[in-house]
């Protein structure tokens, strides 16, 4: 089920909700587990049990690793859990991979399994993996209450696309939360502008690059390709910071306080920058567990940036199995090693609108990488954006596509910078008057247009993906 | 108001939305069919254990409630005109061009070299065998240019059709583009619907007159009959927009005759047009009964000719402009044909021969154009 669908926002979440808020303290819970269960059932229906698996396997493992703390058998449990979760991880997800590499080798022919993905698998097997680790550090005490500890695997509003919660971040709130209604108002907002940006914008951009891209890829001129890659780069911000927005909005109406994702990413005046405002809960989260555990910068330059490359592969990796997402990760891994080395105390020096087009210029040309697969239409399309392919700067479909996403374009670039949060900061700091109540009534009539035209847009959706299922 | 109450509020408007529209969603019955969309909506889909574990009955369950979500037809409307508020200048294919016409898209790339060749190589048998002449009409996109919407792209048909004259051979060949295009500022397709006006048809007829030596019958373009003033057409139905109403009109010369026809061998008519058709949506069926497979027409004129047309709809309204050159005139429609072409050919052929001519749009020839050997 996704949340910009009928079914979830006129069945599951009206049923859900009711049920959540009549439920008394201790069952609410269990209630939670059993919505997430039926969440991840209806687009899951086999797999749940995969989920069920590991659920119990990391219960068992963290009771343990705590029993055991401090001594060789956690370390033991710990190495145990680890290899579960990727043991399960690497089967579903990238078998098939290594399977097609040793295939490369003459001789060796082994079929493929074929197995779909189960949705949601690289987050949460991070999730439960953050929480043997940390068990292990010593930062959280074990969860003796198999319910909680379900609670935290399987909660449906962050389940399949994230942000990747460790389990330090909401240990307690587990146990005992509060959502006062403030909050919860908080968390209808941001549910619905989530709603917005992923319906309005993502779904527009994601057309016109799917038709880009989905048309003869070497028959594009530098406008189109560049156009094209723009939208996607719109589009997939748009998709998953809007998922991001709708899981914390849940939360804070459930009365959790999951941790923020996106800050604004596209503002970025360096690589090393766009990393700590993209996907920050998987960038921390390869911080905390995989860079600091080999060291971090503490040993040395070229150990760090050894282990820059090691974080950028396995991130790389991460998003799919695939060559092109190894490519990805390393053309990363360069840039923040460039970055390391000169590159940053340069681009210090230098206005930061210079900054801010290399790094559009890295994150764009990372999009090809990322969004097409095969070597063969990554160069075909790298091509195109420079011009190597001999058909020129633009042609009068590319000029008709611009024209016709112009709005939405603008609308994408104001929305991916702080401008309208800052501007509704300052007024909200208004205190009382003619202008607050402008302010309010603002609010309080944009966000119910701003559903209505999410549903209008929802009823008739031709294309509704979304890009961070298949992570 | 304190800060708690207007939360209480904001909070309360946003449940009274969803609440609203699922209780109103759950008591809604379901339809078939919707007529705005033109399209069959999905039902409720049946239960099985195999279907909920391939995951194929929750899929199907989402597509049924959205397609049956309560006042479907107003919020896609929202949606549309919220897309013509952001600039927007296309809706489901459809182009929305000046002056209120609707102009079907179609895109370069739809139509690759590969399809071309292919379809090209459909034309050798009726072409080499039967002294077949092609005459395929532009669509609106390619004469009514000045009406679309500013670098709209479209599929380049006077190439095409420069192709198709170089592969055919001039003598087999029926320009019509170049006649439609010196008329471009005249009604010659109509503002809500795909195919061409009976005044098109007529520059099509002149243009055939003028290709085949033939001396054109003399219809008075003031004579024309009206037979509706509020057709609208299949553009309108894929986007429920623009004001216009067009006109369908006819030459009432073609009745001057007795004429008899038999649809797929088993309805007999007198007449060309078919009025029960104007009280429906779709009023171009008003010529030649809509979409037969096969037509037999027997014209008043004892001249011993007989003409064989393959075509599409576009052709409906263009046959009765022929009636005055041929006493008898077959009429195939190879979509709703499964039988072989060459052998209806020669089963239809007189002792004197006939003539045979390919009546298409460019575009439903790329797409359309199909026969059994």
């Known amino acids: ?471 | 108001m304190g800060e708690k109450k207007s939360a209480y509020l904001n909070i309360g408007v946003i449940c009274a939305i969803i609440l609203t529209f699922m209780i109103a969603d759950l008591m809604m019955g379901d339809r078939l069919y919707s007529e705005t969309e033109n399209r069959m909506l999905a039902s409720r889909p049946k239960f099985s254990l195999e279907a909920l574990l391939d995951g194929s009955y929750t899929a199907d369950y989402e597509a049924y409630v959205t397609d049956q979500f309560v006042s479907r037809d107003k919020w896609v409307s929202i949606k549309t005109r919220t897309e013509i508020l952001l600039g927007k200048t296309e809706v489901n294919g459809v182009y929305l061009g000046a002056r209120d016409y609707l102009i079907e898209q179609h895109l370069p790339q739809a139509y690759p070299e590969e399809l071309i060749e292919d379809k090209l190589k459909l034309l050798n048998m009726p072409v080499e065998k039967w002294d077949a002449k092609v005459m395929l009409i532009p669509t609106a996109d390619n004469i009514i240019s000045d009406k679309l919407p500013a670098y709209a792209p479209y599929f380049d048909q006077r190439m095409f059709l420069d192709r198709v004259r170089e592969y055919v051979g001039e003598d087999h060949y029926i320009e019509v583009y170049d006649k439609l295009a010196e008329h471009s500022q005249e009604y010659i397709y109509y503002q809500t619907d795909h195919h061409w006006t009976t005044l098109g048809a007529y520059y099509g007829y002149h243009a055939w007159a003028e290709d085949m030596g033939e001396e054109p019958f003399a219809y008075n373009l003031l004579g024309m009959e009206r037979a509706s003033e509020n057709f609208r057409g299949t553009l309108h139905s894929k986007t429920n927009l623009g004001k216009a109403r067009d006109t369908l009109l006819y030459f009432p010369e073609t009745e001057e005759r007795p004429v008899s026809l038999i649809y797929d061998k088993t309805i007999k008519r007198e007449r060309y047009y078919e009025e029960k058709y104007l009280d429906t949506k779709n009023q171009y069926g008003f010529f030649l009964d809509d979409n037969h497979a096969l037509v037999e027409i027997q014209t008043g004129y004892e001249n011993g000719r007989t003409l064989f047309v393959i075509k599409d709809s576009y052709a409906n309204c263009f046959i009765p402009l022929l009636t005055p050159h041929y006493e008898r005139i077959y009429v195939l429609d190879p979509r709703y044909f499964n039988g072989k072409l060459e052998a209806l050919l020669r089963a239809c052929e007189p002792e004197n021969g006939m003539e045979v001519l390919i009546l298409y749009n460019c575009i439903h020839f790329l797409e359309d154009f199909d026969y059994y050997e």
Not at chain 1, 11 to 34: D, E, Q, S, V, W
Not at chain 1, 40 to 51: F, T
Not at chain 1, 348 to 364: D, E
Request: a positive charge; hydrophobic letters at 50%; glycine letters at 10%.
């Open chain 1, 1 to 471: 089920m996704v949340f910009s669908s009928i079914v979830f926002l006129f069945r599951f979440l009206p049923i859900f909700m009711i049920c959540y808020f009549l439920a008394p303290g201790r069952m609410k819970n269990f209630i939670l587990l059993l919505g997430s269960l039926f969440f991840y059932a209806w687009g899951e229906p086999v797999y749940v049990l995969l989920m069920l698996f590991s659920t119990v396997s990391d219960y068992m493992h963290g009771l343990l690793i705590g029993h055991y703390h401090g001594r060789w058998q956690a370390k033991i449990f710990l190495i145990s859990s680890i290899v579960v979760n990727l043991g399960v991880l690497g089967f579903f997800k990238y078998a098939d991979f290594l399977i097609g590499l040793l295939n490369g080798i003459p001789g060796v022919e082994i079929s493929l399994l074929q197995l779909p993905l189960p949705i949601g698998i690289s987050f949460y097997t991070f999730q439960t993996m953050s929480y043997s680790i940390d068990v292990y550090r010593g930062e959280v005490k074990a969860q003796k209450n198999l319910l909680d500890f379900a609670v935290f695997v399987t909660m449906f509003p962050q389940l399949i696309a994230g942000p990747i919660v460790k389990y330090h971040q909401i240990d307690a709130q587990l146990h005992t939360r509060k959502a006062d209604v403030q909050q919860v108002y908080q968390g209808v907002v941001r549910f619905v502008i989530g709603l917005g940006k992923k319906v309005l914008l993502a779904n527009n951009l994601g057309l016109v690059w799917s038709q880009i891209s989905g048309g003869v890829v070497g028959e594009l001129t530098v406008l189109t390709s560049w156009l094209g890659i723009i939208c996607y780069a719109f589009q997939i911000y748009f998709d998953f910071s809007g998922y991001s927005d709708m899981a914390i909005g849940l939360g804070k109406v459930l009365g959790f306080h999951f941790p923020e994702n996106f800050n604004y990413p596209y503002i970025s005046a360096s690589v090393t920058e766009f990393w700590r405002r993209w996907h920050i809960s998987l960038s921390t989260w390869f911080r905390e567990y995989v860079y600091i555990t080999l060291g971090g910068n503490r040993k040395g330059l070229s150990r760090q940036l050894v282990n820059i490359l090691i974080v950028w592969m396995l991130t790389g990796i991460w998003h799919g199995a695939g060559v092109n997402f190894l490519l990805w990760g390393l053309w990363y891994a360069l840039f923040l090693i460039l970055e390391k080395l000169f590159l940053g105390s340069l681009l210090k020096v230098l206005p930061k609108t210079v900054g801010r087009i290399y790094t559009w210029f890295v994150v764009l040309v990372g999009w090809v990488f990322f969004e097409l697969q095969s070597a063969e239409s990554i160069g075909t399309y790298l091509a195109g954006m420079f011009g190597v392919n001999g058909l020129g700067w633009a042609d009068r479909q590319g000029v008709y596509v611009l024209l016709q996403q112009a709005v939405v374009l603008i609308i994408g670039a104001i929305g991916a910078t702080p401008l309208i949060k800052n501007s509704v900061k300052s007024l909200g700091k208004v205190e009382s008057g003619g202008p607050m109540l402008v302010f309010r009534l603002g609010a309080a009539v944009s966000i119910p247009l701003l559903l209505l035209l999410c549903i209008a847009y929802i009823v008739d959706a031709s294309y509704n993906p979304f890009l961070y299922f298949r992570f």
